[in-house]
């Protein structure tokens, strides 16, 4: 006997005793150099005809096309009619997927054959063994008749993303298996021509990226710690604003990158685990401000994601919203239940939209935010302006003065400017100033609540695990955690403090009215086009001491958005050209006021006093990210 004989011999004897379990985990294919996911899920079952089985023999995926119809002819104006309307509303769908068709009349069933005239397209599938109704769009067919959804990919250029994700049809999360030309990771994306908006899935096919702070069951969760997320398994529950924003339709389609523990990190120096993401703006490497650094990059680089969820602390929302020129919210403390979500300060956190369509991110909120949210178009006549430029000695300081009056105009409302240190100091003249009564309120409740919460069992579970070593920790929430370990002042005084502001604010700055739910606006200068660069070295960081108007929001627990409202010019140190970055206004109104502030918003857009914010280097213009060739369009 031969050795070849022999081997053989055994390899079968080894087949008749294993019982391997293989399952598919999808396919990537390539359509007219496009890539796609076929996610492994069957959705219908066709007749594979004779011209198709010709095909297949070429490929092992033909594309084809639904289409959807009542009337009872379809030809070629027809055909053209569906197929302009398909590309102007789906990115996912291109012509290639017209290489077979399939039209489902609504009224009589499938079409036949002889019914259709379609000139010089190839095929028409008819159904036989259809096991469902197959929605409209793309699909791909493999040579038993199974029909495949057909997914985009896209590149994470910009570096926005941990992970990228992929649902089944059993509403279960799992790292897709698929990557593709970019240096980054591949992004899956369902045609919108599968979903149809209703009462009860407003957002059905909304793509939306979820902060890696949220628990979403079957994923792990980094909090922007290497080792959390190799030491944890993955999470075996779904945070409540996640599954909020599922329940409504929406589709997940990554965990998106964040500073570490959600502390405030710059570029170059504090990020080490992770590498920050890259600001599409201006000349490409502006800050991202933090810790929703992903959020605010992707959803201000990607017109494939409509919106992304983030955490807002201290600011951690409406700083990349500012920096991107994108749509932003803080809600008031307490909108939503954060369950499965990594902590900070449990008095400060809460859950935030970010998005460049004002009325996809409304939506999202009143999914999100549900019942607690309440919308009325009831506005204040008054508008309180902080730190508001009254000279144009800039481009942004004309857009603010104009935008100012635009606004004032457009709710016939007077504006007042309040020095709010100097209304603080006249009521407590007796007291410590702002600057010093809040110095270290901030810093003594995210590092002295955060650390019993996650940086103690984080500590104890992997010294456990590793003989008593410690795990690696970024700079900065090393440097805020011990310093919070020296300092003597407790969270039930920085508590105090921040009641005391609170108290002081609702009854002197931004007092609630009965009927227009405030009796002002606030407004202040949430970014102004500034500079800073990700390549400049910086100095060790320190605690986040001191006032600002980013802490407002947080000690008063009011809402906060970001709005959008044009852009300012500079010489990029990079490009060695005039570049633009974004000028925003946040919208402050007391606890309670999310759904006026949202409605005004609306309002506002509906007038074109604001617009939809552009992906790419212009939230106005749009354009190519510099450094970024975007390799699928």
Not at 273 to 293: C, I, K, L, V, W
Not at 467 to 475: A, E, H, K, Q, T
Not at 561 to 574: C, D, F, K, L, R
Not at 602 to 626: C, V, W
Request: hydrophobic fraction near 40%; glycine fraction near 8%.
């Amino acid at each position: 006997m031969g050795i070849c004989q022999a081997l053989g011999a055994v390899v079968v004897s080894l087949l008749h005793n294993v019982h391997a379990a293989v399952r598919s985990s999808g396919a990537t294919v390539y359509l007219e150099d496009v890539p796609y996911f076929l996610p492994p899920d069957v959705v219908g079952t066709l007749s594979v005809t004779r011209e198709l089985r010709g095909a297949l023999t070429k490929s092992p995926y033909v594309p084809f096309t639904v289409i959807q119809t009542e009337a009872h002819g379809f030809n070629t104006a027809d055909l053209s009619a569906v197929t302009a309307n398909y590309t102007l509303v789906d990115d996912v769908f291109q012509e290639a997927f017209l290489e077979a068709i399939y039209i489902h009349n609504l009224v009589n069933g499938t079409m036949g054959a002889s019914q259709v005239h379609l000139g010089n397209h190839s095929n028409v599938i008819i159904s036989s063994t259809c096991s469902e109704t197959l929605k409209p769009g793309p699909y791909f067919l493999n040579t038993m008749g199974q029909v495949f959804e057909a997914w985009r990919l896209y590149s994470d250029t910009n570096g926005g993303f941990t992970e990228s994700t992929i649902v089944n049809k059993a509403g279960e999360h799992s790292i897709l298996p698929a990557g593709i030309l970019g240096q980054q990771k591949a992004i899956a994306v369902p045609s919108r021509l599968y979903f149809t908006k209703t009462v009860e899935k407003p957002l059905a096919g909304v793509r939306i990226g979820i902060k890696d702070l949220y628990d979403i069951k079957g994923l792990r969760t980094s909090n922007g710690n290497r080792a959390w997320y190799w030491l944890y398994p993955p999470a075996n529950a779904t945070a409540t604003p996640v599954q909020n924003l599922i329940n409504a339709g929406a589709i997940i389609v990554g965990k998106q990158i964040m500073s570490q523990f959600a502390n405030g990190e710059t570029a170059t120096t504090d990020w080490v685990d992770y590498h920050e993401a890259f600001n599409p703006r201006g000349d490409g490497y502006q800050d991202t401000s933090s810790s929703s650094s992903g959020a605010g990059a992707s959803t201000g680089a990607y017109p494939w994601l409509d919106v992304s969820l983030g955490s807002d602390t201290g600011g951690s929302v409406r700083g990349p919203a500012q920096v991107q020129g994108v749509y932003g919210n803080r809600p008031s403390t307490g909108i939503v239940v954060l369950d499965h979500t990594m902590s900070m300060s449990p008095v400060l956190d809460t859950a935030g939209l970010l998005a460049r369509d004002p009325l996809i991110w409304i939506a999202a909120a009143k999914a999100m935010y549900g019942e607690n949210l309440t919308m009325t178009n009831s506005y204040p006549s008054q508008v309180t302006t902080f730190d508001w430029p009254t000279e144009a000695d800039s481009v942004a300081d004309t857009l603010l003065i104009d935008f100012l009056a635009n606004i004032t105009n457009f709710l016939s409302a007077n504006s007042t400017e309040v020095n709010i240190t100097a209304e603080w100091t006249e009521d407590y003249p007796s007291m410590d100033p702002l600057s010093i009564f809040l110095n270290i309120t901030y810093p003594i409740l995210i590092a002295k609540q955060q650390m019993p919460l996650v940086r103690d069992p984080f500590y104890r579970d992997y010294a456990a695990k590793y003989d008593g070593r410690r795990p690696f920790v970024d700079p900065v929430p090393l440097l805020r955690w011990g310093w919070a370990t020296n300092n003597s002042a407790t969270v039930d005084e920085a508590v105090a403090n921040k009641t005391m502001f609170m108290n002081w604010w609702k009854s002197t700055v931004l007092i609630p009215d009965e009927e227009t739910c405030s009796q002002s606006i606030g407004m202040y200068v949430g970014s102004s086009g500034s500079t800073l660069y990700r390549n400049q070295y910086l100095s060790p960081p320190v605690p986040p001491y001191g006032y600002g108007l980013w802490g407002v929001a947080g000690f008063t627990e009011n809402p906060d958005i970001v709005v959008p409202i044009g852009e300012a010019p500079y010489n990029s140190t990079i490009t060695g050209h005039i570049e633009y970055l974004p000028v925003t206004v946040d919208f402050m109104a007391p606890k309670g006021c999310d759904g006026m502030l949202f409605s005004l918003v609306e309002d506002l857009y509906n007038a074109g006093l604001i617009k939809t914010a552009l992906a790419g280097r212009s939230g106005i213009t749009g354009g190519e990210i510099l450094f970024k060739r975007d390799i699928n369009m």
